[in-house]
Nanobody, 120 residues
Framework: QVQVVESGGGLVQPGGSLRLSCAAS????????MGWYRQAPGKQRELVAT???????NYADSLKGRFTISRDNAKKTVYLQMNSLRPEDTAVYYC??????????????WGQGTQVTVSS
């Protein structure tokens, strides 16, 4: 069984910062790409950023320069540093992990989401 668990969301004022974490656990044979997505009320889920096991990153164009994704392979954890937050960044942020399990093969696993609210 695999668990993907996010943490670090909360309420922050415009211009502030937050750091999200996401840890994968379980009988993981190989952990490939990890990423962050977000879904605002009434909108579709959208890509925020992804990072490969080798550290290659990919960002949504609109977020480049404010958000930074990183990972610690030993801890099976991915981070999202969010700076200069704006009210339009308010959303539920989801972690996604591409995982190979010994018994079940490879698949994409989602966390339960963490709420980020940017408001004064």
């Amino acid at each position: 069984q695999v668990q993907v668990v996010e943490s670090g969301g909360g309420l922050v004022q415009p211009g502030g910062s937050l750091r999200l974490s996401c840890a994968a656990s379980g009988n993981i044979f190989m952990l490939y790409d990890m990423g962050w997505y977000r879904q605002a009320p009434g909108k579709q889920r959208e890509l925020v950023a992804t990072i490969s096991s080798g550290g290659v990153t990919n960002y949504a164009d609109s977020l480049k320069g404010r958000f930074t994704i990183s990972r610690d392979n030993a801890k099976k954890t991915v981070y999202l540093q969010m700076n200069s937050l704006r009210p339009e960044d308010t959303a539920v942020y989801y972690c996604n992990a591409d995982i190979l399990l010994r018994a079940l093969g490879r698949g994409a696993y989602w966390g339960q989401g963490t709420q980020v609210t940017v408001s004064s």
